[in-house]
């Protein structure tokens, strides 16, 4: 008789507290199912009109761009550094739901995987050999030298390390700290309670939400997109297969259903799993090529790239073409910051959903050190071994540039020993990358769409999935997938002033935040200890003129505490 009416409340706070938002769902959808109609119907006359939005933005905005990139790394390093590191993304006697090992393996392969496997070879060798003005980075020399070489390595860094991941990290941490600490559910509106007040639940919160889902359903969408190319590019290197279009939408229809089945059974089974083995696969993969590889060379290459990056960051952080190179920063750099930021949604949403329970400063030091070494590692050995092979004249990769970067990972796979088992490792890499970053994505606007429940109903998340591998295929059959890459990163240009947003929203939160939260752990439990002995030392005087006796004032003696405090 009991059974029902104890499960009924259980149903109630799962279904009562967390609806499905009409407004946010409805609106996001329309307005997806709109721009893929149009993609599909005048794929041309859309890549025309984003590419002209595109090409204005840039230009005119692109100082922007760096400014706040720059911004974005300066804010995230002074909370690392201050007390305010010393915060929880959750009440101070939160713990870490994750293992360190898990929650870095999730974070990177929803971050950047499928772009590391894609540009890991083909951005340094890009650089290299490119002849075009607008890929041809500042300072580099005549293609094909050392010289020119080191220039590569220098920029790959640049464009994969520090400022992509404080990016994620402002806004990730934004959302972690309203989400846990403040209880303001995990949605990207939800970090604007100190400036809008009750509006955030509003309208003008809403909308912050349905342009969240929006870059997050096409940013993925379009990821998608390169990931299913590089992975027929694999089929046809290893089956001969050809790259017909029929096969890529294949494989994003496979796909599809393995990441609609991860992400359906939540982040600590279906994602967790998924991330932790490709972190496994790509450490098998990196750690053959260095030791099959050039591996002094490579080492070399890590030393002299790192040297070279840290020492050139600042000129390259506010480099903005008054004086030169700016067809190369519009089409390298401001491309990538624009990218990255219509990322943000997606990814700060999911880190800030595996953060719970971190300190401020180990978010920091987590999201933006710790993926942009193992970025730099990466670099290294991938392009690295690529670039050795150029410049010894082993293997000219200008041609398969030439035809498209997809290829370039399997063909410099095919200069190594066991190449017919690294190019089947790398596509499972893609595979993997691919499934984990798409029901990483499915979750997220699974909680944008239901008010910030961390385990959205499962119908939601499969119709965002679905969406997903939707989108990818038939916009890359209708061959749109290029100007709906360039109308995501048109997203970014509003949604970049959000985020600046959101940091300010941060920091008038921190800033009236008790000053005992803002003590390191120790400093601060030994505070407290001292408040509650002084608090009973001063109960145990006063009540001593009543009669009590000053050993035993709520069951604890003044003694008893001396004894613990010695």
Known sequence: MGGPDTAEPAREEREGHFPLDKV???????????????????????????????????????????????????????????????IKLGPD?????????????????????????????????????????????????????????RVAMEYAFFHWGFHPWSMYAVIGLSIGYFAYRKGAGNLVSGAFGPLLGKRAKEGPGKAIDVIAIFATLFGSATSLGLGALQITGGLDDVFGSGKSKWLTVAVI?????????????????????????????AVLLVFFLFIVGPTVFILSTFTESLGGYLTHLPTMTFRAGAFGNSEFLSTWTIFYWAWWISWTPFVGMFI??????????????????????????WFSILGGSAIDLQLTGAKDFTDELAAGSEGALFSMLREYPLASITVVLAVFLVAIFFITGADSASIVMGMLSQNGKEEPMRWLVIFWGVAQGAVAAVLLFSGGLGAL???????????????????????????????ESTLPPRVRRAVLHAQRYDSLEHHTVALAGYGAEPEEVNGTSVADEDESRA
């Open 24 to 86: 946010t769902f409805g609106v996001a959808a329309g307005l997806a199912i709109a721009f893929l109609a149009w993609g599909t119907l005048d794929s041309s006359g859309m890549g025309t009109t984003t590419g002209n939005i595109l090409s204005w933005l840039t230009t005119t905005f692109g100082w922007l761009f760096i400014l706040v990139s720059a911004s974005f790394l300066l804010f995230s390093a002074y909370l690392a550094v201050t007390r305010y590191g010393n």
């Open 93 to 149: 006697d939160s713990e870490p739901e994750f293992s360190t090992f898990s929650w870095v393996s999730m974070m990177f392969a929803t971050g950047m995987g499928i772009g590391l496997m894609f540009w890991g070879v083909a951005e340094p060798l890009t650089y290299l050999t490119a002849t075009d003005a607008s890929s041809i980075p500042p300072g580099r020399g005549e293609a094909g030298t050392a010289d020119s070489a």
């Open 253 to 281: 229809a496979v796909l599809t259903l393995c990441f609609v089945l991860s992400a359906v059974t939540g982040v600590e089974k279906g994602v967790q799993f998924l991330s932790n083995a490709n972190a496994i696969a």
């Open 352 to 377: 800030a959903r595996i953060s719970k329970g971190r300190t401020i400063r180990q978010f920091v030091v987590y999201v933006i050190l710790v993926p942009s070494i193992v970025s730099f590692v």
């Open 485 to 515: 890459q360039t109308l995501v990163i048109i997203v970014a240009g509003p949604f970049m002033l959000v985020i600046c947003a959101m940091c300010v929203s941060l920091m008038k939160a921190l800033r009236a935040e008790p000053y």
